[in-house]
């Protein structure tokens, strides 16, 4: 199965500030199609979680561009350049390579 | 747009069953993969399985084959997910959620999710 890490597990941010979430995959995520099949989610206190990112860096509909994904092989990042408060919530990386689908443990995002 | 509504959750005895039911609408189910995904209390998010557009394939966690079993029925527009010889590890809010399988591979769109508790 493929293992993946998140760090860190929890980033008080202040408002306005830029956040930044390492994913970090057991074995590298690029399928033999050639794409690299990593996802963010966000889950919202009390809500079911809502894609972000799909494929490394692209923007699901209604992300805002505030939110990116980069990264290759088995290293990627989620930022987001200026904190909000409806940014408060914890986000999981994706690995949907093979199966088992794996998610990392989640990093709770909170406000300082 | 795109609404998934689970139900079939409540309170189980350890050793018990129960069969989850995820309603679709708002797009054409049938051309789609389906999946569970579970999180207990206050933990984090754990893939359960996955069943392909017409049933002929399903994925599922190691750990829980010959317990659960994911199924549908395009006719009806649902996802199900039976799920037998329960434990209390099990407990877990059971999201049903949309699965792209062809590019690019990720659950866009989930319900609200399914409390199941397994207790004696």
């Known amino acids: 199965d493929i293992v993946m890490t998140q760090t860190p597990l929890s980033s008080p941010v202040t408002l306005g500030q830029p956040a930044s979430i390492s994913c970090r995959s057991s074995q590298s995520l690029v399928h033999s199609d050639g794409n690299t099949y990593l996802s963010w989610l966000q889950q919202r206190p009390g809500q079911p979680p809502r894609l972000l990112i799909y494929?490394?860096?692209n923007r699901f509909s209604g992300v805002p561009d505030r939110v990116s994904g980069s990264g290759a092989g088995t290293d990627f990042t989620l930022k987001i350049s200026r904190v909000e408060a409806e940014d408060v919530g914890v986000y999981y990386c994706?690995?949907?390579?093979?199966?088992?689908?794996?998610f990392g443990q989640g990093t709770k995002v909170e406000i300082k | 747009e795109v609404q998934l509504v689970e139900s079939g959750g409540g309170l189980v005895q350890p050793g018990g069953s129960l069969r989850l039911s995820c309603a679709a609408s708002g797009f054409t189910f049938d051309t789609y993969w389906m999946g569970w995904v579970r999180q207990a209390p206050g933990k984090g998010l754990e893939w359960v399985a996955n069943?392909?557009?017409?049933?002929?394939?399903?994925y599922s966690v190691d750990s829980m084959k010959g317990r659960f079993t994911i199924s549908r029925d395009n006719a009806k527009n649902s996802l199900y997910l039976q799920m037998n010889s329960l434990r209390v590890d099990d407990t877990a809010v059971y999201y049903c959620?949309?699965?792209?399988?062809?590019?690019?591979?990720?659950?866009?769109?989930w319900g609200q999710g399914t409390l199941v508790t397994v207790s004696s």
């Open positions: 069943i392909k557009q017409d049933g002929s394939e399903t």
């Open positions: 959620a949309r699965y792209t399988f062809i590019v690019p591979r990720t659950f866009d769109s």
């Open positions: 494929k490394v860096s």
């Open positions: 994706m690995q949907a390579k093979q199966f088992p689908l794996t």
